[in-house]
């Protein structure tokens, strides 16, 4: 799903937004605030990352200092692996509303270095930061950078953010993460941009009593992490862009099957919810392995599927990659399951159109989103026996012609 619903992106995707408008199923926030006045200046080519390992801290009760408080700082922990495509002695990545309290290069062609780095400037209109090295890297050199920052839970539904449920009269803190099209940079500063790809492994220290989700399966069990904490490490995805990065820390239930062709699947919502859904949990698992065929030229990249329900989601549905976001409003919402089913065959659909190819440049987002919905269309006939002739967008995006560039995820 494509959508804006931060106020910085009402400028970075006006001329898109209005195709968007056109389809009527994606919401724009004009409000003004400091955001409105983003100024986008495209990262320079002359660094590629790798790999990132992030390690963040997500604080939720009994430590809820950070929940609801958009001036607390959470802390989080980066270590870029980076090559350089050319010359430079300049790091920018793209950070918003993140503070940098040390950064440092710990490796450099695989020797051990110890350099602290210090030279650090923000452009804050543009949510860059750069930072200097004291000496060039040359073409081919690679290199690690850590960064130690600390970022903020946000209260709405971009970047990562509070979104708790209420059951009775118990309120569930939930926080989960949205960051297409470029939100990622709350999170950690990091290459905000679809055209470059890169592994990522994900760690994330959270209060005993919730689970945490990300776009692969755990590594392991938990580890204790000081008192009251557990530490969730994760196993390394392949190359993704980063709009597609996901984390979840919740205590919702959860329904779990494997496919026929061995992907784990698992429903996370209420139980209320989860106790009305087994018909549309058992066509979910139909859906993986019909794709699964109907696609078998691209091997699908991943043994495990999450969909877990959003309070406050920005849209119905969002494809992260091995962990789909889906709007509670309408997660197995019983009076309109044709609705349901709909948007879990798109969002799995962007499991390779758009998560395995993924258009270069926001501009391109018809790669994604139209041949999506167009294999959206057949799938549903071919499961369902419906024809979705009253859906335009499919018809409206074969006709927008536009030059499009993508970048593939290679093992
Ligand atoms: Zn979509």
Redesign the pocket.
């Known amino acids: ?2 959508k804006c619903t931060c106020p910085l992106q009402t400028s970075t995707m006006l001329v898109f937004g209005g195709l968007l408008l056109l389809l009527g199923i994606f919401a724009f926030n004009s409000s003004a605030t400091d955001e409105d006045a983003l100024i986008i200046i495209p990262l320079p080519r002359a660094l590629q990352p790798t790999s990132y390992e992030l390690s963040v801290e997500v604080l939720l009760p009994p430590f809820d200092a950070g929940i609801g408080n958009v001036t607390f700082q959470n802390n989080g922990v980066v270590t870029i692996e980076l090559k350089a495509i050319e010359e430079t002695d300049k790091i920018v990545l793209n950070a918003a509303n993140i503070s940098i309290t040390r950064c440092r290069l710990v490796n450099i062609n695989g020797k051990d270095a110890s350099t602290e780095l210090t030279n650090i400037t923000y452009d804050v209109p543009s949510q860059l930061v750069t930072i200097m090295s004291p000496f060039k890297f040359a073409i081919n050199d690679t290199f690690q950078l850590a960064i130690d920052y600390s970022f903020v839970i946000r209260n709405d539904s971009c970047g990562m953010f509070n979104t708790p449920y209420q059951e009775g009269n118990v309120t569930h803190n939930v926080v989960q993460t949205d960051f297409e099209a470029i939100n990622a940079r709350r999170l950690v500063p990091c290459f905000d941009d679809p055209s470059f790809r890169s592994k990522w492994t994900v760690e994330v220290k959270a209060p005993i009593g919730y689970t945490v989700l990300s776009n692969t399966e755990k590594a392991s069990d938990p580890n204790p992490a000081g008192p009251g904490f557990t530490l969730t490490r994760f196993n390394p995805t392949p190359p993704i862009p980063s709009y597609l990065l996901a984390i979840a820390v919740h205590d919702y239930p959860y329904l779990e099957n494997v496919t026929s062709t061995g992907i784990l699947y698992r429903f996370y919502g209420q139980q209320s919810k989860l106790d009305v859904c087994s018909e549309a949990f058992e066509f979910t698992g139909r859906l993986i392995d019909h794709l699964i065929e109907r696609f078998k030229v691209v091997k699908f990249p991943s043994t495990k599927v999450d969909f877990i329900e959003t309070e406050r989601h920005p ?1 119905g ?3 992260n990659f091995g962990l789909i976001t889906l709007n509670a409003k309408i997660f197995c919402n019983v009076t309109d399951m044709p609705r349901f089913k709909n948007i879990i065959i ?2 799995l659909i ?1 499991q390779w159109f ?1 998560n395995i190819v993924t258009m270069k440049d926001w501009s391109n987002a018809i790669m ?2 139209g041949l ?2 167009y294999y959206t269309e057949l799938v549903v006939k071919e499961l369902l026996g419906l024809c979705l002739v009253g859906t335009p967008s499919y018809y409206l995006w074969k006709y927008v012609e536009i030059p499009l560039e993508a970048t593939y995820m290679t093992k």
């Open positions: 799903m494509l849209s549905g969002m494809e798109h969002e962007h758009g994604n989103e999506t919905e």
